[in-house]
C-alpha cells in the first residue's frame, strides 16, 4: 500500500556540523522541533539513488534512541527506501551496524550515538550516516549534508504509527519493509570467523584464568553476554554493568582509567583474583585492555596486536599494511618497519580508515582514543580486540603484561599520554590554535622548556586512494630525539572546546621503560606549556583527564 508523502516546512538550524564522528549535541538540542527531522533530511536530500534499497538502522540505545528510530523510520518510508533492517529495541552497537551493512549489502546506515558521552536526558544524543562499505561518511559528504541543513525549506515523513521493535520479524510502513533483526546475530558470527574460539573457550575454561568485562551499562552488554559467556562458555558473572541503560546508569560510558576506574583498581587488586579485564564504550566500538595492576595503551596495544597477527587465524596470511591516526604514538610504525609493510599516518577519525580498507592497502588500524580494528567491518570494534587479545594470550600463554613489556624490549617503548583540558571557552581554544600556528615557522631550530625542536607543522592529509586533501589536522611539534608534542581541538565535544596534548617519548634503553609514564614525560608536558601558552590563554594549570 502506497503511503502519501507528507511533507512538512522546515527552516535551518544553525551549527549542524557534523564533527569527527557524525553530528552530537545535547539532547535538549535534539528535542527541539524539526531539529532531527532537518539533519536526516539533509542525509536524505545528499545521497542518491536510495529508491527500494535497504537502510541499516540503529543505535547504542541512549536516551532518545527510541523517539528518534521512528521519526527515521517514517522519514526513510517518505525518502523512498525499499527496506530497513533495524536492531531489537533499536539497538546495533557501531561495529554491529558496519557488520550488517555489509553482510546484506545496504545502500547505508544511520547509526544514532553519542559514543562515549553521558547520555540521559541531559546527555548527549548522535547521529551519523555510514556509506554502503559499512563505514562513516567521508568529509566530502559530510560536508555536502551540513550545507543542506542551511538551505533546508521542508522535511518529508508519512502518516504512520510507532512500530514496535522489542521482537524480531517483520512490519511495514507503506510499501517500506521493516525488518527487526537480532543485533548481535550477524557480528557475532563475523567475529566468530575470524579468531580460534576453541583455543579462548579454552584458556576462559581454565581455574587459574579470571576475566571481566565491564560493558559500561552500555550497548556491548548484550554482544559480550552472547559471545564471550554463550559462544565461548566464559563462566557467568564475567561480564559485568552488561544491561544497556539509555542513561549508561549516570556514568560516561568511555573505557579509559577514569571513567574505568572500577575495573582498572580491580585488576590491581589481587584478591579479585583477575587476570585480565577489558571494557568497551557507549556504542561498542572502542576498548580498553587491562592486565594485571597494568592498563595497556591503545597505541602500544595496535603495535601489539599488529606484531602478532601470525598466530590469528584470520590474520596468520599476513598484514598488507597497517595505519594509525597522527596523534597516535608510532609504537606501530616500528612493528610495520620489522615486517616490511606501508603504515599509514590518517587524520584522527576512523572515517580516513575507509579508502585504505577498501583499496586493501592496510588491514589493522588503530587510534590513541582506545580504538582498534580491522578490515572485516569499517569502524573500529570494541570486541574485535577484546577477542584478538584473549585469542594471543590464549596461544602464548602468558599474561597481558608481560606481552606487552616483551614487546617494548623487542621494539622499544614509545612512552604515550594524551592530557585533556575540557570545557575550555571556544574563543579562548580557537585564539590557543592560532597563536600556536601563528607561532609555527619560528619554532625549528628553537629551544623550549631546554628542549631543541626541529620540526613543527600543521598536519595535512592527502589520501593515497582518492587524492582528497584534509587540512589543519592538529599541531605537531617535533624534538630533535624524535619526541612528539600534538595539539589539536577534540571534534565530538559538545560543550566549550577540548584542547587535546598528546606527549610521545621513545625510550629504547630497557632500564627505563618502568619510569612512570608522567614522570617520563614531564619535560614535554613543561614545553607543551610554553609552547602554546596553555596556563596563560586558558587559565587552567592541570588537565581535567589524563590517559
Ligand atoms: C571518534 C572517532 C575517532 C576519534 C575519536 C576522538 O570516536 O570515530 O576516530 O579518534 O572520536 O575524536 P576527537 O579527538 O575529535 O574527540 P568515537 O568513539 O567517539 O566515535
Redesign the pocket.
Known sequence: MSMKVISVPSTPYAGQKP????LRKKVTVFRQARYLENFVQAIFDTLSGQQGQTLVLGGDGRYYNDVAIQTILRMAAAAGFGRVLVGRDGILS?PAASAVIRKWQAFGGIIL?????EGGPAGDFGIKYNLGNGG?ANEAFTDAVYRRTQEISAYYTVDSSDIDLSRTGEASIGEMLVCIIDPVADHAELLESLFDFDRIAGLLARPDFRMRFDAMHAVTGPYAHAILEGRLGAPAGTVVNGTPLPDFGGGHPDPNPVWAAELVNALADSRSGLSFGAAS???G??NMIVGRNFVVSPSDSLAVLAANHALIPAYAGGLAGVAR?MPTSCAVDRVARELGIACYETP????YFGSLLDAGLATLCG?????TGSNHVRE?DGLWAVLYWLNILAVRDMPADVIVREHWQRFGRNVYSRHDYEGIETAKADRLMDELRARLPQLPGSLSNGLPIAAADDFAYVDPVDGSRSERQGVRILLEDGSRVVF??????TEGA?L?VYLERFVADASQHEVPTQEALAPLVGLADAVAQITVITGRTCPDVIS
Do not use: F, I, V
Open positions: 564533527g569527527t564522528s557524525g557501531t550515538s553519542a559514543s562515549h558521552n562513516p564504550d557507549g556504542d566500538d572502542r591516526s584522527t577519525g576512523w572515517k587510534e590513541e582514543s582506545a580504538g573500529k589539536r581541538l577534540s571534534g565530538t565535544g577540548t587535546r
